[in-house]
């Protein structure tokens, strides 16, 4: 299997490159328009084919293809290679709004060819193995609550780039019933002190029973995440993506990811890779996928148009 990596920048280097090419079976290709990071990055994974302009790509006959760039690109380069019938991953989001989305995907089902986005929090190992069936969509009449805080540090920012760069993250893994709209959502923001960025976003709603809670705040004391899950008298909280804790039976046990994963594993990239790479040999993506991509962008992008008026009233 031949596979092209597109755009080496900060989250390739620090959450791809390291994993996927200890994989065995697999070719990679290297693309970036920067020539430096190129060659250095080329030696140091001792990667023998590289580009610097992605439509040279449909000469080195590959499988399948990953992009990275950033997101402003994307609707660009996806195009292009779904028009070749080329099996496309995408690190999320797919694109910054969602029209794009749906144009990505329109696309792709016309080509009958596989595009996969990047959602890496849908696979944390130590979650799935408590919370077992939560992220793959599975109903579950006792799951009673799910909150997903994802915080950040003096980090206030545009309202496009904070929803769909970054609070798409805890909105889609609080998405687990692929909703579309606004409607019913419960929806609260705050500003920095200069009115002129967002600081913190929260998003509640309740669906087949379930309280469903994406919270960002990216003016906290520091960087963290955490995720909470209640049951009938069972409850769940991680503080990261390594430990956490379960209350029931009024007692409290301890959980931990095993001592021997990886970093990235523990991370979700592991189980996410292989799905994709199971993408790429059948030829096939689940439906049940491609609905909950093509939601979660269509719910950021009315969560988006949301706050966007409401700082415009707020201005006035």
């Known amino acids: 299997m031949k596979i092209a990596v597109i755009g080496l920048g900060g989250i390739a280097q620090k959450a791809y490159l390291p994993f996927i090419t200890q994989l065995e079976g697999v070719e990679w ?8 990071t190129l060659n250095l990055l080329a030696k140091k994974y001792k990667i023998r084919e590289t580009y ?7 000469h080195a006959n590959v499988d399948a293809v990953m992009i990275h760039s950033a997101t402003q690109s994307h609707l660009n380069i996806a195009s292009f290679f779904l ?3 080329i099996p496309t991953f995408v ?15 329109d696309l792709a089902l016309r080509k009958q060819t596989p595009l996969y986005v990047g959602f890496n929090r849908r696979h944390i190992p130590l979650f799935n193995q408590y919370l077992v069936g939560v992220q793959a969509g599975i109903p579950h009449s006792s799951l009673l609550s799910l909150r997903w805080e994802k915080h950040r540090f003096n980090q206030p920012g545009d309202i496009r780039t904070f929803i769909f ?8 893994s609080v998405n687990i019933y692929a909703k579309k709209s606004a409607q019913d ?6 500003w920095d002190a200069s009115q002129n960025q967002l600081g913190r976003l929260d998003v509640q709603w309740q669906q087949q029973d379930t309280l469903l809670h994406a919270s960002m705040n990216r003016l906290f004391g520091s960087t963290q995440e955490r995720i909470s899950a209640n049951f009938a008298n069972q409850s769940y909280e991680f503080s990261n993506f390594t430990q956490g804790t379960l209350w029931q039976l009024d007692k409290t046990e301890k959980l931990q990811s095993k001592d021997w994963m990886p970093m990235l594993a523990t991370k979700g990239f592991d189980s996410m890779i292989q799905e994709w790479l199971g993408v790429v040999k059948t030829g096939h993506m689940p439906q049940s996928l491609i609905e909950r991509n093509i939601a979660s962008h269509q719910l950021a992008e009315a969560i988006c148009q949301y706050v966007t008026t409401q700082k415009t009233r707020k201005m006035h």
């Open 29 to 36: 290709v290297f693309c970036t328009r920067n020539t430096e």
């Open 83 to 85: 028009s070749q019938g």
């Open 185 to 190: 959502l419960h929806i609260t923001c705050q």
């Open 52 to 58: 610097t302009d992605f439509q040279q790509l449909i």
């Open 91 to 105: 690190d999320k989001p797919l694109a910054a709004n969602g029209q794009d989305c749906e144009t990505l995907y």
């Open 165 to 172: 760069d970054d609070f798409i993250h805890p909105l889609d």
